[in-house]
């Protein structure tokens, strides 16, 4: 039971390209997450889902994109990378309700540390 | 998101100490989570908590849930060094998405 990973770990990007980071769970968790954390400002979501075939915009979505062809899958896409979006980028999962066992706790990946240049 | 301010931002611990941080909010949330993260890691949930005033321990790791619901803390007893780390709080209202505060950052106290 690997629980959220996050591939890749690392990546140097230049200015325009673009990428796409890839998240997977294995606790059959109905909602997906991505984060963005920046030097003293917590976690901001970007977009979220809530749903195989759903997504939906978080806080801080301007730049991203995101799809869930399946369950377990959480793609995280920047089309035209910018410096602004050098920060590391967490995936969480978690159950929809209480009634599923740990209900809205949620379970984050390793990150994927990202520098525009 | 609703912002959850969080403090101490940082802390200096010595081997055995107690210490304590807290988060607090302008809004009412129906659950309280506290999250730890080591360098390099993602965030490692370390205690839930679903009632006002529930008290709920972990080990030597102690949260409650604040009676107004709009503030929560968590203690940490005779501390040790795999202390150190971020500690995060975290809140939900009526939805599933959480809101995190800024984190306190542990340190060992040279």
């Known amino acids: 039971n690997a629980g959220v990973t996050q591939t890749p770990k690392f990546r140097v990007l230049k200015t325009g390209q673009s990428m796409t980071l890839l998240c997977a769970q294995d606790m059959n968790h109905e909602y997906m997450y991505w984060y963005r954390q920046d030097p003293g400002m917590g976690l901001r979501l970007i977009h979220y889902s809530v749903g195989e075939g759903t997504t939906a915009k978080g806080e801080v979505p301007d730049g991203y994109n995101v799809s869930r062809l399946k369950k377990q899958n959480f793609l995280l896409g920047l089309e035209s990378a910018a410096p602004s979006q050098t920060s590391v980028y967490f995936c969480a999962s978690s159950y929809s309700s209480r009634s599923s066992g740990s209900s809205y706790e949620q379970y984050f990946g390793p990150g994927t540390r990202l520098t525009v240049t | 998101g609703q912002q959850l301010n969080q403090s101490p931002q940082s802390m200096f611990i010595q081997e055995g100490e107690d210490v304590s941080m807290n988060c607090t909010s302008s809004s009412i949330f129906n659950t309280w989570l506290w999250y730890k993260q080591d360098p390099g890691e993602g965030p490692v949930l370390l205690i839930a908590?679903?009632?006002?005033?529930e008290l709920t321990s972990n080990g030597r790791l102690t949260a409650q849930f604040g009676i107004t619901r709009k503030d929560s803390f968590l203690n940490i007893s005779a501390s040790i060094p795999s202390d150190v780390g971020i500690y995060f709080c975290a809140g939900r209202s009526y939805d599933y998405k959480l809101s995190f505060g800024a984190g306190t950052t542990v340190t060992v106290r040279a």
């Open positions: 908590l679903y009632k006002a005033g």
